[in-house]
Nanobody, 129 residues
Framework: QVQLVESGGGLVQAGGSLRLSCAAS????????MGWFRQAPGKERECVAA????????YYQDSVKGRFTISRDNAKNTVYLQMNSLKPEDTAVYYC??????????????????????WGQGTLVTVSS
């Protein structure tokens, strides 16, 4: 059974940066696509970024394009989300998620989030204005 543990959240001023990490145990995540979701108070959970098992394909929600970067270090069994130019509207609990099936796709589409079914516990990001 895989376990995903997020870290790196915190309080930052608008315009600042944070890097979130998602460490996996119990499974070699190098075979699995991964993603980052967020859920703001009173809003639905949304996928902000995803990355293929190889790292060769990525997806970003329009609101974070050019500001967020998803990456993976398969040797460390870890996925990252680098967040720059943060805005107050980025405030949310951020969750890491993994695909339940290895090698499912090589090219990430905007619908790929439907396959990300294994979740971490979340880390809170608060951006002050």
């Amino acid at each position: 059974q895989v376990q995903l543990v997020e870290s790196g959240g915190g309080l930052v001023q608008a315009g600042g940066s944070l890097r979130l990490s998602c460490a996996a145990s119990g499974r070699t995540v190098s075979r699995y696509g991964m993603g980052w979701f967020r859920q703001a108070p009173g809003k639905e959970r949304e996928c902000v970024a995803a990355i293929s098992w190889s790292g060769g394909s990525t997806y970003y929600q329009d609101s974070v394009k050019g500001r967020f970067t998803i990456s993976r270090d398969n040797a460390k069994n870890t996925v990252y989300l680098q967040m720059n130019s943060l805005k107050p509207e980025d405030t949310a609990v951020y969750y890491c998620a993994a695909d339940s099936q290895p090698f499912r796709v090589t090219t990430i589409s905007r619908e790929y989030y439907r396959y990300l079914e294994v979740w971490g516990q979340g880390t809170l990001v608060t951006v002050s204005s």
